[in-house]
């Protein structure tokens, strides 16, 4: 099979209405390990940081809004500065990758997401920066 690992994804195709942290970055546990050892990425080796998001995809239930993305660094990775007058700071990612498995409490099919860079929303040229991190025409 061609894929080795997470399946690359575009920012776009997973978060088309774009995301804002709702937590805080902190260290994903290796529950393997014992005591508080950081898990690392068994493809890279880089410790792995995550970080609350909400999709701002409007169609979606309260349930499915919240997800955790894996961030793959060796630092712990910042914030990006938040925007006056919205709750939650707007963020992009790169480097995204998914990883299917099975929720072996529900035995439904989920999805783990890891990224290597989180970073502000990038406004496309010609356009004007929406409080979502998405553009509108100018």
Excluded at 1 to 30: N, R, T
Excluded at 100 to 114: D, E, H, K
Aim: charged share 20%.
């Amino acid at each position: 099979m061609a894929i080795q690992g997470p399946i690359p994804i575009s920012f776009d195709l997973l978060f088309p209405h774009g995301c804002y942290v709702v937590g805080e970055i902190g260290k994903a546990k290796d529950f393997d390990a014992k005591g508080d050892a950081q898990a690392r990425d068994k493809t890279t080796s880089l410790p792995i940081w995550q970080v609350p998001v909400m999709d701002a995809d409007p169609s979606l239930k309260a349930a499915a809004k919240t997800v955790t993305v894996k961030l793959l660094a060796e630092i712990e990775p910042t914030m990006p500065p938040s925007l006056p007058g919205l709750p939650f700071t707007p963020v992009e990612f790169d480097g995204i990758g998914v990883r299917p498995y099975v929720n072996q409490s529900t035995g439904r099919l989920a999805y783990s997401i890891t990224a290597r860079v989180m970073r502000a929303p990038r406004p496309m040229a010609g356009s004007k920066q929406t409080g979502a991190g998405k553009e509108v025409a100018a």
